[in-house]
């Protein structure tokens, strides 16, 4: 029982992670109907970002804010120059183009940072997050690493709620993402919230990679393996609902802890793929989604 408490601890810290990187996701494909497969590379500069400035001494609560903000002009800079040029292309176009802008930052970073795994440096990491251990009355143990990062989650998904739900940008959010012509025509700048959609759900993914990087290491095929999973995520609440992405981000953490405690650490990744398939056969509009018909 200890264990398995243990084990679904692990997995929602780690689906916390997902959800923030699948947010990211599921916001774009909201509003320009697009899988921007570079969020996973967005996700891994976050990290990267954290670590320069912690590398050059500035403090981690500091970092982590850079980080994000650096991600949100990293995202906003991808749209600008990749997407918005194809906002009226097929398709396809845009899609080949993510997987292109994907791997262009994915071997970008290899080139400024190599190839190796890089954690961040523990005496840079607050003292609380190394030695701090929860006892819960089972006998299990919390670091309270995870515990902040599971409040930390919870404290932004929270933020993003009320951002898309009780603001003017949130409004015009969810117009774009009902119909962006007739936003267009009642004067919503589509162009400037499509934007701002890339820059909050980079600055989540910012976030994600920070604690990624306090979880585990740093390293360039980061955002690939989490991407993956965090896009199955996405597919399992719903693509395009961001409950349903942070919903699917928990189960989806919870279900690869649960398969790496019990049977093999070696089919993370496979579980994800496996999860996404099952999803799209027999429910292919996710946990939360809406199934909709074309009008012919």
């Not at 997995?11 to 923030?20: D, K, N, S, T």
């Not at 919390?142 to 929270?158: A, E």
């Not at 012509?181 to 994600?208: E, R």
């Not at 989490?226 to 279900?255: D, E, P, R, S, Y």
Request: hydrophobic share 55%; proline share 4%.
């Amino acid at each position: 029982m200890t264990q398995l408490l243990e084990q679904i601890i692990n997995g929602l810290v780690l689906g916390g992670i997902y959800a923030l990187i699948a947010v990211g996701y599921t916001m774009v494909y909201g509003i320009v109907k697009l899988i921007n497969f570079a969020h996973g590379e967005i996700f891994m500069f976050g990290g990267y970002f954290a670590l320069i400035c912690i590398s050059a001494g500035i403090p981690f609560w500091l970092a982590l804010p850079i980080s994000m903000l650096l991600c949100a002009v990293m995202g906003m800079l991808i749209d600008l120059l990749a997407y918005r040029p194809l906002r009226n292309a097929p398709r396809l176009s845009a899609l080949i183009t993510a997987i292109g802008v994907s791997l262009v930052l994915q071997n970008l970073a290899r080139m400024i940072w190599g190839a190796k795994q890089r954690p961040i440096p523990s005496e840079a990491i607050p003292a609380l997050f190394q030695k701090a251990v929860i006892i819960l009355p089972s006998g299990a143990t919390v670091p309270f690493r995870d515990l902040f990062i599971l409040v930390l989650t919870l404290f932004f998904m929270i933020g993003l709620n009320r951002i898309v739900y009780m603001t003017k940008i949130g409004k015009a959010m969810r117009a774009c993402a009902q119909d962006p012509v007739a936003a267009k025509l009642m004067g919503i700048n589509t162009n400037a919230v499509i934007a701002v959609t890339f820059a909050i759900g980079s600055a989540l993914g910012a976030v994600a990679g920070v604690m990624e990087g306090l979880r585990t290491v740093v390293e360039p095929p980061m955002g690939y393996y989490k991407g993956v999973a965090a896009f199955a995520a996405a597919v399992l609440g719903g693509i395009g609902n961001i409950t349903g992405a942070m919903l699917g981000g928990i189960l989806l953490g919870i279900a690869e802890a649960l398969g790496a405690g019990y049977i093999s650490s070696g089919y993370r990744v496979a579980i994800a793929y496996i999860i996404m398939i099952v999803v799209i056969i027999f429910r292919p509009s996710g946990l939360l989604g809406k199934s909709t018909s074309t009008r012919a």
